[in-house]
């Protein structure tokens, strides 16, 4: 984004501080949704991240999220990602699952499965979304007992018919060698 693409855009954001409070913090009719999926770098990403926070907009729990998921894609490595989750004071599921997604997609795992234990205690209940990237985490670094351990909330959650949940479980399993593990969650799946 060159530096006449951001005072063009910028001039046609300007605006946006004419509009009413309440449709300010409205996902879809933010402009920087628009600028958001324009971005095609990290450095990008940070110029319109400077322009969210000068707005007020990082509030918006999900235009936030947005940008730790864009931050996670554009970047190789989780460092900026993170520094943006670690600045918010709101979290949802969603947002949990992104940075976790992220780490599964980038390493380090562990940081996915340190990430999933802190959503448990912070009270959040993670969901059929969460649950693939944690297991293939557990399976990446071979940790079979924390990937059991997994395996036993998906139960206790009631995601154990999930396709995508199963999947990942019969990956853990026959990857780290108990293929009669993978063979009884295939079978279920069946």
Not at 106 to 117: D, V
Request: charged content about 20%; some cysteine; proline content about 3%.
């Amino acid at each position: 984004m060159s530096a006449k693409s951001v005072r063009t855009i910028l001039r046609k954001i300007e605006p946006i501080a004419f509009v009413p409070l309440h449709f300010r913090f409205s996902y879809h009719s933010l402009p920087f949704n628009c600028l958001l999926n324009s971005c095609s770098s990290l450095s990008d990403l940070k110029r319109v991240h400077a322009l969210i926070l000068t707005n007020g907009s990082h509030r918006n729990l999900l235009l936030s999220t947005k940008l730790v998921a864009l931050a996670s894609a554009l970047a190789s490595t989780m460092g900026y990602a993170r520094k943006l989750f670690d600045r918010m004071n709101d979290r949802d599921v969603f947002l949990w699952n992104t940075l976790i997604r992220g780490y599964a997609d980038l390493g380090p795992c562990q940081e996915a499965i340190a990430l999933y234990r802190t959503m448990h205690q912070t009270g959040l209940l993670p969901d059929n979304y969460t649950f693939p990237f944690v297991v293939r985490s557990c399976a990446v670094l071979s940790a079979l007992t924390e990937g059991k351990e997994v395996h036993c909330n998906i139960i206790k959650n009631g995601f154990d018919s999930d396709v995508f949940v199963q999947s990942s479980l019969i990956s853990l399993y026959a990857q780290s060698g108990e293929t009669s593990k993978s063979e009884i969650v295939l079978v279920k799946w069946l």
